[in-house]
């Protein structure tokens, strides 16, 4: 019989074999259980430092290569690259009780990986950082409030919004607004913007919300977070550092807190620019499209935008009505989605829908019977998707050479846009010229592409995304969290399972109602710091966590998002929310066509907003 490799031992220096034994004399035994003829190799330490890390909480990072190799270094005193005991003994003492300068650094180093036990239990928490006062930390300070949780939001610029605040030239919502809103605060009737609002308006409804909230005096404006540290071994909490950015004032500074909650967005920083080689004798300018902020930018100009994204087709746009020519580069096209289906209908009732969810590729934890009907109908959701395609070939008038590879129901979670017909009808008037290729290298004067195309510029933008970034954890915790080529997976996108007290909101989650996806990742949130929900044991999560893993990888397109990707399953997503909160999944009931058929949208959760009102 096997044994569940989910079920952990839980490891605690209550329970150790080595009860009335001192520490000296719990080395030495664990000298003698590794040891081969009275000495420890390099492999035998390997195993030696587990039982260390297992006996001793302060010692628990040291598993970490680097750091494994270091401390070898430092108690292998004659340097004959084997332990004897009086090594081991003296040396792991040492390192528990340093003395000298070499062991105080090392013990330092070791401390920052050191983690409390994963625990259910969040009545410690009475404090929160939050780092971002994007849509997502607003939200989330909003409802930790609610439940007598005291917030800080650390921003590094001068105003609330996130990428709302600031982003390329020409930004708004891809979506009308009734689908971007906050459930507990929708669009005043007096507020003064269009169907698809301005990115400015949108900044200005995201300042609404967070003076109509008193949010604004929780937040450290121009405050740079440069380090989170986990308190210890000993003691729940994390220790944020930062310093101000405001110009000569970069004194750093600390604060203690309970608990810790990420909340920098999908798209924060830093941007993703990925150079050819040649870029240092270009004699024009290179941006990324974040950095584009102004159409103005490219008055006069030969542009040359990188990408296929929403971002690089509005910059592309942008730069024709200034420019004196635009030209988009891609290696890979999008299915674009237009606002109205067939000129007729709003596409929120094919992609907001439990009726648009159910076409998709299915969930991995359906039941019985809904994995019979979409194997059963498996052939008529193929013929559905090809259908859509013709449609939207037909709306955009797509030339042969740019009908992307993928199908529009697997393209939609890696490049999902949706556009209005400004971008067809300035390439149907040369106006934008369309390029399938990548660039090889840069030359004095332009872009020299990999089939031997050459493309003069001068001014180059990269629409191609941001990176992600988790410097702010120690390497020793980054490797605890887990990091994949492919993203940070983790249980519900919010909770890690093996670093405790910090959840991620907003951060690792992508879907398109992100607003709303936040505001109820807020509220789980909340529910679980207030006790009145409970999440699995750290392998239960994990099990979770791999079979979504795996559901994923199986049939999604790779990119290093794709842990993060739910897109048109957000209506599952948020079903699994909600069911960890016992809130009812279905919000349209008692009506089942509208169940189906009808587009959910924020206001369809409000009720379970209505204590915060």
Same mark, same amino acid.
């Given at each position: 019989m096997g044994w569940n490799v989910y079920d952990e031992p839980v490891l605690k220096r209550d329970n150790s074999k080595y009860v009335g034994q001192n520490e000296k004399e719990v080395l030495a035994e664990i000298f003698l259980q590794h040891a081969i003829d009275g000495a420890l190799p390099v492999t035998p330490w390997y195993s030696a430092a587990q039982s260390l890390s297992r006996e001793f909480a302060e010692l628990q990072s040291l598993l970490n290569p680097a750091i494994l190799g270091r401390v070898f270094q430092m108690i292998d005193s004659d340097h004959d690259g084997i332990l004897d005991q009086d090594e081991f003994v003296n040396g792991i003492y040492e390192l528990l009780h340093p003395t000298t300068k070499e062991a105080m650094t090392l013990a330092a180093? !070791?401390?920052?990986?050191? &983690?409390?036990?994963?625990?259910?239990?969040?009545?410690?928490?009475?404090?929160?950082? *939050?780092?971002?006062?994007g849509v997502a930390g607003l939200q989330t300070a909003r409802h930790l409030q609610e439940i007598g949780i005291a917030c800080a939001m650390f921003e590094k610029e001068e105003e609330v919004g996130g990428v709302w605040r600031k982003n390329y030239a020409d930004f708004g919502l891809q979506v009308p607004k009734e689908l971007f809103e906050f459930p507990d605060f929708p669009y005043p009737e007096n507020f003064n913007c269009e169907d698809f609002p301005t990115g400015s308006q949108v900044q200005e409804y995201i300042v609404m919300y967070s003076k109509t909230?008193?949010?604004?005096? +929780?937040?450290?404006?121009?405050?740079?977070?440069?380090?989170?540290? #986990?308190? /210890?071994?000993?003691?729940?909490?994390?220790?944020?550092?930062?310093?101000? =950015?405001? #110009? /000569?004032?970069? =004194?750093?500074?600390s604060e203690t807190f309970d608990f810790l909650v990420i909340a920098t967005g999908m798209y924060g920083w830093p941007p993703h620019v990925p150079l050819a080689r040649g870029s240092q004798k270009f004699q024009g300018q290179i941006l990324h499209s974040c950095t584009f902020t102004?159409?103005?930018?490219?008055?006069?100009?030969?542009?040359? *935008? !990188?990408?296929?994204?929403?971002?690089? !087709?509005?910059?592309?746009?942008?730069?024709?009505?200034?420019?004196?020519?635009?030209?988009?580069?891609?290696?890979?096209?999008?299915?674009?989605?237009?606002?109205? &289906?067939?000129?007729?209908? #709003?596409?929120?009732?094919?992609?907001?829908?439990?009726?648009?969810?159910w076409m998709l590729q299915p969930y991995y934890a359906e039941g019985p019977v809904a994995r019979w009907f979409h194997g059963t109908c498996a052939p008529v959701k193929w013929i559905w998707w090809r259908v859509v395609e013709l449609m939207f070939r037909g709306q955009f008038q797509i030339p042969s050479n740019m009908v992307p590879q993928d199908g529009i129901d697997t393209d939609l979670f890696s490049g999902g846009q949706i556009l209005n017909y400004e971008f067809r009808d300035m390439l149907q008037d040369g106006k934008i010229k369309a390029v399938s290729g990548a660039i090889d290298k840069?030359?004095?004067? /332009?872009?020299?592409?990999?089939?031997?195309?050459?493309?003069?510029?001068? &001014?180059?933008?990269?629409?191609? /995304?941001?990176? +992600?970034?988790?410097?702010?954890?120690?390497?020793? *915790?980054?490797?605890?969290?887990? *990091?994949?080529?492919?993203g940070l997976y983790l249980y519900r996108n919010i909770i890690p399972p093996h670093v405790?007290?910090?959840?991620? !909101?907003?951060?690792?989650?992508?879907?398109?109602?992100?607003? &709303?996806?936040?505001?109820?990742?807020?509220k789980w949130l909340s529910k679980l710091l207030k006790g009145e929900m409970k999440i699995p044991a750290p392998g239960a999560m994990d099990k979770v966590i791999e079979r979504e893993r795996a559901w994923k990888r199986s049939w999604m397109p790779p990119m290093s998002s794709r842990a993060c990707i739910w897109q048109l399953h957000m209506m599952k997503y948020h079903d699994n929310l909600l069911t960890d909160m016992k809130e009812a999944r279905f919000r349209k009931m008692p009506n089942c066509f509208g169940e189906i058929l009808m587009p959910y949208t924020a206001a369809d959760y409000r009720s379970l907003f209505t204590s915060s009102q």
């Open positions: 180093r !070791i401390a920052k990986g050191n &983690l409390v036990q994963v625990s259910n239990d969040f009545s410690h928490v009475k404090t929160v950082a *939050i780092l971002g006062a909230f008193g949010l604004r005096d +929780k937040v450290r404006f121009k405050t740079f977070v440069t380090e989170v540290k #986990p308190l /210890g071994s000993q003691q729940r909490g994390w220790q944020v550092e930062f310093h101000s =950015t405001e #110009p /000569g004032d970069r =004194t750093k500074k102004d159409r103005k930018q490219a008055a006069g100009k030969k542009v040359v *935008i !990188i990408g296929g994204g929403k971002s690089a !087709i509005d910059n592309a746009v942008s730069a024709a009505k200034e420019g004196v020519s635009s030209t988009l580069v891609c290696r890979s096209w999008h299915w674009p989605v237009p606002r109205l &289906l067939l000129n007729a209908v #709003p596409f929120k009732y094919g992609t907001y829908s439990r009726f648009g969810h840069f030359t004095e004067t /332009g872009v020299l592409l990999t089939d031997g195309t050459e493309l003069p510029a001068d &001014l180059v933008i990269y629409g191609t /995304g941001f990176a +992600k970034n988790y410097d702010i954890f120690d390497k020793v *915790i980054q490797e605890k969290l887990a *990091i994949q080529k492919d405790p007290d910090v959840a991620f !909101i907003g951060s690792e989650v992508s879907t398109f109602n992100n607003i &709303l996806t936040h505001a109820v990742q807020a």
